[in-house]
């Protein structure tokens, strides 16, 4: 069987790209996988020291996981009820139209995600095809966790009191020393990131969210979170609220920090308006050349 595995040759094909354009062109090595830096990272990581409790469950074999633990809610389903009762529910809902809320399933997942790791860190799985819902379970958990952090920001007496006292974070840029106060632990742990082998579907999560589409036509005059801002970073589409945005390459992070902060940003071929269409009288007629080989 080994023998039927060996590779008889490797192919490569190599594709002309614009410098201006490197950014966009696809990261993927497929002749080796396109995480291996990462995952040596991890490995180098584990010599030194114990992964966190998300990279342990993940890490954990099959065999040694404690199968008492899962509940099949098919053969109980008082379990699932349970599960949803308003005193498992989150605080904090995404406002969408007053008539659409989750489905059972779906508040089930976002009760259980806000119980088993808002106190602490773990892994959660939700498996669903798409057109399930699991883009709009995502939104509840964002509203779930900004709301958590309003009501911990809430009992301050000052805003100053929300960062620590010590250690800042100084570093030098250029001629001058940046310095940056860090917030205090409790006020921190609110974020989230987005990844995924597609980054379609990460870039449609990254710019889904922020849009005013994505609220109940109800919200939409008044939902203002950076609405300006948010704007800008969805190139001119209506946005509501800067909660997520697009990153990982250094041509993204260019790309936001120029949009957010600065109110501007390069235009490139994808944001520049289309050519106008040529005039019917100017229009080339075509043109068709015949060849013969005798």
């Excluded at 993927?28 to 830096?37: G, K, R, T, V």
């Excluded at 605080?91 to 106190?119: I, K, T, Y």
């Excluded at 095809?129 to 939104?139: V, W, Y």
Aim: with cysteine.
């Amino acid at each position: 069987m080994a023998e039927a595995l060996e590779p008889v040759g490797v192919r490569v094909r190599s594709v002309a790209v614009r410098v201006d354009h490197a950014g966009d062109a696809d990261q993927q090595d497929f002749l080796n996988s396109f995480i291996a830096a990462d995952l040596e990272r991890v490995a180098g990581a584990l010599a030194r020291q114990d992964p966190g409790a998300g990279l342990a469950a993940y890490l954990t074999p099959g065999a040694a996981f404690d199968k008492a633990r899962r509940i099949d809610l098919r053969q109980r389903p008082e379990a699932a009820l349970a599960g949803v009762a308003p005193a498992r529910t989150p605080a904090g809902r995404w406002p969408a139209e007053a008539g659409h809320p989750l489905a059972l399933s779906q508040q089930f997942a976002v009760n259980a995600v806000h119980a088993e790791l808002a106190p602490g860190a773990g892994l959660f799985a939700v498996n669903g095809p798409p057109g399930t819902g699991k883009t709009t379970l995502l939104r509840d958990c964002c509203a779930a966790a900004v709301v958590e952090r309003a009501r911990r920001l809430a009992g301050l007496r000052l805003p100053s009191e929300a960062f620590a006292q010590q250690d800042p974070y100084v570093w030098k840029s250029g001629d001058y020393t940046r310095t940056v106060t860090p917030l205090r632990p409790e006020f921190t742990g609110f974020e989230m990131v987005v990844a995924s082998a597609n980054n379609g579907a990460v870039e449609n999560i990254s710019t889904e969210i922020p849009a005013r589409a994505a609220l109940g036509r109800q919200w939409w005059e008044e939902a203002d979170y950076f609405a300006e801002q948010a704007t800008r970073l969805l190139k001119g589409e209506p946005a509501w609220g800067a909660v997520a945005a697009r990153l990982g390459s250094k041509r993204n992070r260019m790309e936001f920090v120029n949009r957010f902060w600065h109110g501007k940003y390069r235009q490139t071929d994808a944001d520049a308006p289309p050519p106008p269409p040529v005039p019917p009288q100017r229009r080339p007629r075509p043109r068709t050349d015949f060849g013969v080989s005798g």
